[in-house]
Structure formats: C-alpha cells, structure tokens
C-alpha cells in the first residue's frame, strides 16, 4: 500500500503507521482510551474492531497488562502491525487479522479483565452515511458485524465482574442499554461528548460491568472542540 505516513500519536510519545486519506485515528479512539480506568488488577485487554491499533497503542502508556487486538482489514492490520513492531511492543500487544466473530479461532476461550471497541457507528440501512470506498465502508458501517454482536462477544470473553468499554454514537444509546441487559453488561457509566461548542452531544462513551448490580451515573456532558482541547478534558478524570 503507497501514500504510508509515519505519525505522532497525539502527545503519548509514540508514532503510527496511517494512510492519510483512509486509516487515521480518530477523535473516538483517543477518547475511549482515555475513558478506560485501569488499575494494577488489570491483567488483559481485548481491543475489538482495532482498526491500526490506536487504543492499543495508547493503552501501552498506562498499564503493563498484556493487550490483544483483531482487526478485519488486512491493509489496515498491516498498519498496526509496522506500529507495534516500530514502538517495540510486540512483548504487550498481540494483534489479529480476522472479524472479530472469530475470536475464538485466535484466542480460543481466553477470558480478559478489560475489552474495549470503537465499532462501525451505523447501520447498512442508514443510506445517509454510506461511504463508496470499500475499506472506510467496513469501518463505519455495520457490515461485517453489528453491535449486538459484539455485545455477545464480549459478554463471552470477559471474566467475571469484567468491564466492557465502548465509543459510539449518542442516538443508539437505548439500543446499548438494551443489549447490556441482554448480555449480562450492565451499563454502569455513561458520559456524553460535544465536539462542537454549540451543538447537541453526539458521541457517547459506556462502560457496562460484567454481572453488573443496578445503578447507573451519567458523567457531566464534556465539550471537546478538536484534538487540542481533548486531553485537558480529562484531568479531573471520569
């Protein structure tokens, strides 16, 4: 694949491989990472749908727990592959290249402490947003997996008391809800983000609790304007 970039990843003193007009990480991803709350019981983390690999990446710089990462795309799984081996991590991260309905041909019935996902946003259905490249189709569009199936999978990999982390947009926030009660993932945590000072919130971040008892906090609604402002936003943290 030509037109191969070398970037910063933001500002955690790492670098990654991105096709400037295809594979770059987004604002959704440093997001989530930043949401995870990780502690020294943290032992593994599955990432789902990891595109080149920005959330592992990124979590490599808070925890030393071993990471597993698949992605689809093969073009877009050789980017986080040169990434990995470029920040010398192939000790913590290990990195798959299939759909994520076949995790268990990759990891068998390996359970995880953690597993987080920035998924394909919308349904095929939702002409509105249907993309005519086929590499950015499947990572926007639920077209080789939906949301409920990765609520089955990660209801399937996650030891008890597990959480579950996800990035998505704010107008399937009941479908989510739903879902977790479905799978066992209580939603335990909600925050929701603007990215523009006046607008509505559009993105919404969760964290579902394996097992999970009832009861629910919604985070404060949090402006994130561009990628200068976002990681100030979390100081305080959530």
Same mark, same amino acid.
């Given at each position: 694949?030509?037109?191969?970039?070398? /970037?910063?990843?933001?500002?955690?003193?790492?670098?990654? @491989?991105?096709?400037?007009?295809?594979?770059?990480?987004?604002?959704?991803?440093?997001? $989530?990472?930043?949401?995870?709350?990780?502690?020294?019981?943290?032992?593994?983390?599955?990432? +789902?749908?990891?595109?080149?690999?920005?959330?592992?990446?990124?979590?490599?710089?808070?925890?030393?727990? %071993?990471?597993?990462?698949?992605?689809?795309?093969?073009?877009? @799984?050789? $980017?986080?592959?040169? =990434?990995?081996? @470029?920040?010398?991590?192939?000790?913590?991260?290990?990195?798959?290249?299939?759909?994520?309905?076949?995790?268990?041909?990759?990891?068998? /019935?390996?359970? &995880?402490?953690?597993?987080?996902?920035?998924?394909?946003?919308?349904?095929?259905? /939702?002409?509105? &947003?249907?993309?005519?490249?086929?590499? $950015?189709?499947?990572?926007?569009?639920?077209?080789?997996?939906?949301?409920?199936?990765?609520?089955?999978?990660? =209801? #399937?990999? $996650?030891?008890? !008391?597990?959480?579950?982390?996800?990035?998505? #947009? %704010?107008? !399937?926030?009941?479908?989510?809800?739903?879902?977790?009660?479905? &799978?066992? +993932? !209580?939603?335990?945590?909600?925050?929701?983000?603007?990215?523009?000072?006046?607008?509505?919130?559009?993105?919404?971040?969760? !964290?579902?609790?394996?097992?999970?008892?009832?009861?629910?906090?919604?985070?404060?609604?949090?402006?994130?304007?561009?990628?200068?402002? @976002?990681?100030?936003?979390?100081?305080?943290?959530?």
């Amino acid at each position: 694949m030509t037109d191969i970039v070398l /970037n910063d990843l933001y500002d955690y003193g790492l670098k990654i @491989y991105q096709h400037p007009k295809l594979f770059k990480f987004s604002l959704d991803s440093l997001l $989530l990472a930043e949401f995870v709350k990780l502690n020294t019981k943290t032992k593994n983390i599955l990432d +789902l749908c990891s595109g080149n690999a920005s959330i592992p990446l990124i979590l490599t710089t808070k925890t030393t727990a %071993l990471i597993d990462g698949i992605e689809i795309q093969k073009t877009i @799984y050789d $980017l986080a592959i040169k =990434s990995i081996k @470029y920040n010398n991590l192939e000790k913590q991260i290990t990195f798959f290249n299939g759909n994520a309905l076949e995790i268990n041909s990759f990891v068998g /019935n390996k359970k &995880y402490d953690i597993i987080t996902c920035n998924p394909p946003f919308f349904k095929v259905s /939702n002409k509105d &947003y249907t993309n005519n490249l086929e590499d $950015l189709a499947i990572a926007r569009h639920e077209i080789k997996i939906n949301l409920e199936d990765i609520f089955n999978i990660a =209801s #399937r990999h $996650l030891n008890t !008391r597990g959480e579950f982390y996800l990035v998505h #947009r %704010l107008e !399937r926030l009941d479908e989510i809800i739903l879902l977790g009660d479905k &799978y066992n +993932l !209580r939603v335990k945590n909600i925050e929701m983000i603007k990215t523009t000072k006046d607008n509505k919130p559009s993105i919404v971040l969760v !964290r579902c609790l394996k097992n999970g008892a009832l009861g629910l906090k919604i985070n404060d609604v949090k402006n994130i304007e561009n990628l200068n402002t @976002y990681q100030n936003i979390f100081k305080e943290g959530v």
